[in-house]
């Protein structure tokens, strides 16, 4: 029996799925929509570069968890010791905790340059305000990031820096409110092992994982609605 | 026109029907999708067409597509997604990559670890820059007014701003005069809101930025020094 080339087998598949489900169509409408001109200009293209730094964001993350120990236990604690180790002796360790930290901060530039974008242009007006919404949540969202990443090397300047912005948040002068607050980013009565779990748990689980869906809501919103014309 | 059956890659969409259909949302007939011999010539017979269905699944994902803009342009004020508006991102992408890989392995100031965290030393910390405007802002009154209060108002206002500006937008332009509320790129009063408080961000930083021997005498907490 004939072995048969790829190309009749990738057809075969898409045959396949054709008869299933208007597979070509989807993929046709979907690639060759119509964009207006206006949507070449360069500072149209400040979210699609949010998006890709959120990637960048994701893919790194997910390469320093390998080797990143959440344990702040002892002195030198684990936590500071692994990143340590994925700075100096992990191959390529220094490049992607490099790019990690710096993708950060062009995240922060980024965002920033899309919002004020679509502030300048008047994107943000009807039908678009709930999309406006989800932009500023994701904004808060990723200075949570950035803040919660901030203790995770547990150096001296990430445990000073919580230390004074959860004084900051815990600010509230009714008392039972300021204890909860500190207690529930802390953990305990200073910052300690606690916090690292609780910092660490927000960074890694949570807030991706709510950006991935803040993510989802903002495209199927720009989906629906398309790209706003400068007014 | 000859029928003749083509071979090799791309046929599939070499000997594609000539019609093209139209994409039909919500009953509403927008533009003919684009002809087969404008586009690439990359088949569900090609080697490529995994690498297309996957970027066609991204919008596939994101639901139908609702009545855009672009569906009443005419076609030569509109462009196809692909490849024509796609790919300056992958290229974007590269140099960006290339960008923060530079900065990696240039810039290892802010990447170099400190002594382990020790509560027992004495350090004033300094934010990093995108909180620095912030740490200084504090240091200019009650520190709950000007971090909780005024940061829970300035949220609130960010989140709501939409419907503050469709709301009072045009009556503040009737009141004026205007025959529109203009969106801010052309509003003296929320353009200048923008740049103002993009200066004042600025001048924040900045002071922070001169460091704790530079000190301004101020109403509040005078005087206040940088960061």
């Known amino acids: 029996m004939a072995i048969p080339h790829p190309r009749e087998i990738q057809l075969a598949v898409v045959n396949w799925l054709d008869e299933r489900y208007p597979f070509t169509k989807a993929v046709d409408e979907a690639l060759y929509q119509r964009v207006p001109n206006f949507a070449n200009a360069f500072y149209y293209c400040f979210g699609g570069m949010v998006f890709i730094l959120i990637v960048f964001q994701l893919l790194t993350g997910i390469l320093l968890a390998l080797y990143y120990v959440p344990d702040a236990s002892g002195n030198p604690a684990p936590a500071y010791t692994s990143v340590n180790f994925i700075q100096n002796s992990v191959y390529l360790g220094w490049l992607i905790r490099g790019v990690h930290f710096w993708g950060a901060n062009l995240l922060i530039i980024m965002v920033l340059l899309h919002m004020a974008r679509v502030y300048w242009t008047g994107s943000y007006r009807a039908p678009r305000e709930l999309n406006w919404i989800v932009g500023v949540t994701m904004l808060f969202l990723i200075l949570a990031l950035a803040l919660t990443g901030y203790l995770l090397p547990w150096d001296t300047k990430a445990y000073f820096a919580t230390e004074v912005t959860i004084k900051i948040t815990a600010g509230v002068p009714i008392a039972p409110v300021a204890t909860l607050i500190k207690e529930l980013l802390q953990g305990g009565p200073v910052v300690g092992p606690p916090t690292l779990q609780r910092f660490f748990t927000l960074h890694v689980f949570v807030l991706p994982a709510l950006i991935v869906l803040f993510m989802y809501v903002h495209f199927r919103f720009i989906r629906a609605h398309g790209i706003a014309q400068p007014m | ?227």
């Open chain 2, 1 to 227: 026109m000859s029928e003749e059956k083509k071979e090799g890659p791309g046929a599939a969409t070499a000997t594609a029907p000539k019609e093209t259909p139209i994409i039909e949302v919500d009953g509403h007939v927008g533009h003919t999708l684009e002809p087969d011999y404008k586009r690439l010539p990359i088949g569900p017979d090609h080697i490529l067409y995994p690498v297309v269905v996957g970027l066609a699944l991204f919008p596939i994902l994101m639901g139908d597509a609702g009545h855009h803009l672009a569906d009443d342009m005419p076609d030569e004020d509109t462009h196809p997604f692909f490849p024509d508006h796609f790919w300056p991102y992958p290229i974007i992408a590269i140099v960006m990559l290339i960008a923060v890989g530079l900065l990696s392995a240039y810039v290892q100031k802010n990447l170099q670890l400190e002594p382990s965290a020790d509560p027992r030393a004495v350090t004033i910390p300094r934010p990093d820059w995108y909180f620095l405007f912030l740490f200084q802002f504090l240091k200019l009154g009650n520190e709950f007014v000007f971090s909780i209060g005024i940061g829970t108002v300035v949220i609130i206002l960010l989140l709501i701003f939409p419907f503050l500006d469709s709301a009072l937008g045009p009556r503040v332009a009737k009141r004026l005069g205007w025959k529109k509320w203009p969106v801010p790129g052309r509003n003296i009063i929320t353009g200048s809101i923008f740049v103002g408080s993009l200066v004042i961000i600025a001048l924040l930083e900045l002071w922070a930025l001169a460091g704790p021997q530079f000190c301004v005498p101020w109403f509040v907490n005078s005087p206040v020094c940088g960061a």
